[in-house]
């Protein structure tokens, strides 16, 4: 389990951590119901719906998300929301692409905002 109490991670360091890893990614801090993971895959993206909420903010690269059919566009800075349950990928994206992910909430997603 990663601590708790890290002040900073900067994301150069986090690729290259996880660069010597054979899982595109790492979790670096835990906290709560929060997991923060540097995520970077490597050729195409694998992964599989989440059981929680997710959001990434992309650190590095450019290129296409795919969430539940919709394609849209993306570069480092943006944010980007994923709900409990639905698909998604990255596409189009080069070798120099890297984000943020943050899982939060309950198993099953948080209920959106009234």
């Known amino acids: 389990m990663p601590p708790d109490d890290t002040t900073r991670i900067a994301a150069l360091d986090a690729a290259a951590r996880i660069a010597a890893l054979p ?3 790492d ?11 540097f995520y970077a895959p490597r050729g195409v993206d694998l992964q599989e719906p989440h059981d929680r909420d997710e959001i990434y903010i992309v650190a590095t690269g450019s290129g296409t998300f795919l969430r539940s059919g919709e394609r849209v ?7 980007l929301f994923v709900a409990a349950g639905e698909e998604h990928r990255f596409e189009d994206f080069g ?20």
């Open 27 to 37: 979790e670096l801090f835990a906290r709560g119901d929060l997991s923060v993971e």
């Open 73 to 79: 566009p993306f570069a480092p800075g943006d944010f």
């Open 95 to 114: 070798d120099d692409f890297g984000t943020w992910v943050f899982f939060f909430g309950p198993v099953g997603g948080c209920r959106p905002a009234v």
């Open 23 to 25: 899982l595109p990614y």
